[in-house]
């Protein structure tokens, strides 16, 4: 199927008219989001390339936002965190826990460190990774760690990529009562490729779960091929299995001759209960630029 036979959207979502809000020339490529509502505003954090670092910006609109800032920088003597990339952060009381993806000689690692702000972040772990690559199916690469504080069971929960360093394969689950010590799911990976659905027929990475009243809502790429990337949206009761696509997918799709024309990657969701709104934020390619950009859709409708 040629590249753009799927809309740009679907299911309703709109794509924000002034695209990108984030990145241009001068900054580089900014990729793989996550976001944070804090004391200072909307936090977006982000893999800044041409810094092979970890940064974030803050906005008080979701679409303006201000100087970027460097929360932690590469360190070639570790042997493994030669570039740091996609990252997530989760504050528990009065710490913010930070997972974030080290590469080095073709492989990449889970690493861990916390910040008393958000913004000043210490290595933990005595600088070692805390998740490495172990079982076939992760191959070279763990990435894309994206992680929830249960505050009834006590313990974090992260949703992760592995498989191929270029772009991974399908995602996997663990569990750690500190942040350090994971436990992975025996049934790994527990989100995998549909070949049966075009958009995601190749592979599946990078999703951000949400937990919702009835489960687990997880927003993902869908690869078509290695270079053609779309975002779709599934559910599960128990964030883990029976997994349901959603109708409306792919959800977000290249648009012709526009700043992300050739991919769309890596979705972060925030959910307005009160406004009964959603707002996606994702990467975008055409040719190698990636820049930062914006969805939104009105209403609950997800398609399932």
Same mark, same amino acid.
């Given at each position: 199927?040629?590249?753009?036979?799927?809309?740009?959207?679907?299911?309703?979502?709109?794509?924000?008219?002034?695209?990108?809000?984030?990145?241009?020339?001068?900054?580089?490529?900014?990729?793989?989001?996550?976001?944070?509502?804090?004391?200072?505003?909307?936090?977006?954090?982000?893999?800044?390339?041409?810094?092979?670092?970890?940064?974030?910006?803050?906005?008080?609109?979701?679409?303006?936002?201000?100087?970027?800032?460097?929360?932690?920088?590469?360190?070639?003597?570790?042997?493994?965190?030669?570039?740091?990339?996609?990252?997530?952060?989760?504050?528990?009381?009065?710490?913010?826990?930070?997972?974030?993806?080290?590469?080095?000689?073709?492989?990449?690692?889970?690493?861990?460190?916390?910040?008393?702000?958000?913004?000043?972040?210490?290595?933990?772990?005595?600088?070692?990774?805390?998740?490495?690559?172990?079982?076939?199916?992760?191959?070279?690469?763990?990435?894309?760690?994206?992680?929830?504080?249960?505050?009834?069971?006590?313990?974090?929960?992260?949703? /992760?990529? @592995?498989? #191929?360093?270029?772009?991974?394969?399908? %995602?996997?689950? $663990?569990? !750690? =009562? &500190? *942040? +350090?010590?994971?436990?992975?799911?025996?049934?790994?990976?527990?989100?995998?490729?549909?070949?049966?659905?075009?958009?995601?027929?190749?592979?599946?990475?990078?999703?951000?779960?949400?937990?919702?009243?009835?489960?687990?809502?997880?927003? /993902?790429? @869908?690869? #078509?091929?290695?270079?053609?990337?779309? %975002?779709?949206? $599934?559910? !599960? =009761? &128990? *964030? +883990?299995?029976?997994?349901?696509?959603?109708?409306?997918?792919?959800?977000?799709?290249?648009?012709?001759?526009?700043?992300?024309?050739?991919?769309?990657?890596?979705?972060?969701?925030?959910?307005?209960?009160?406004?009964?709104?959603?707002?996606?934020?994702?990467?975008?390619?055409?040719?190698?630029?990636?820049?930062?950009?914006?969805?939104?859709?009105? *209403?609950?409708?997800?398609?399932?």
């Amino acid at each position: 199927m040629p590249l753009y036979d799927f809309p740009p959207t679907g299911g309703g979502w709109k794509k924000y008219e002034n695209n990108p809000i984030l990145g241009d020339t001068k900054i580089g490529t900014c990729f793989d989001i996550f976001m944070m509502k804090a004391n200072d505003g909307l936090r977006m954090y982000f893999s800044w390339r041409p810094k092979k670092s970890l940064a974030v910006v803050t906005s008080q609109d979701g679409i303006n936002w201000g100087p970027l800032r460097i929360i932690m920088e590469p360190k070639q003597d570790t042997g493994w965190e030669d570039d740091l990339n996609r990252n997530c952060v989760v504050r528990v009381g009065d710490i913010y826990h930070m997972w974030y993806t080290g590469q080095a000689r073709g492989y990449s690692f889970i690493g861990y460190a916390t910040s008393p702000d958000g913004y000043n972040f210490d290595r933990q772990n005595k600088g070692m990774p805390v998740l490495i690559p172990e079982r076939y199916w992760e191959n070279r690469t763990l990435m894309c760690p994206h992680v929830l504080w249960d505050e009834k069971e006590e313990i974090f929960k992260m949703w /992760y990529s @592995g498989g #191929e360093t270029y772009e991974p394969n399908a %995602i996997g689950y $663990a569990t !750690s =009562p &500190d *942040g +350090i010590s994971w436990q992975k799911h025996p049934a790994n990976p527990i989100f995998v490729p549909n070949p049966e659905n075009l958009y995601e027929q190749e592979r599946v990475a990078a999703g951000q779960v949400m937990q919702v009243d009835d489960g687990y809502l997880l927003f /993902y790429i @869908g690869f #078509e091929d290695i270079d053609t990337a779309r %975002i779709c949206v $599934a559910k !599960s =009761p &128990d *964030g +883990i299995t029976r997994w349901k696509r959603s109708s409306h997918n792919p959800i977000i799709a290249p648009e012709k001759d526009k700043w992300d024309g050739h991919a769309c990657y890596k979705p972060f969701v925030l959910y307005d209960r009160g406004t009964d709104k959603w707002s996606l934020y994702y990467n975008g390619r055409h040719n190698a630029p990636e820049y930062i950009g914006l969805a939104t859709l009105e *209403g609950s409708d997800l398609g399932f």
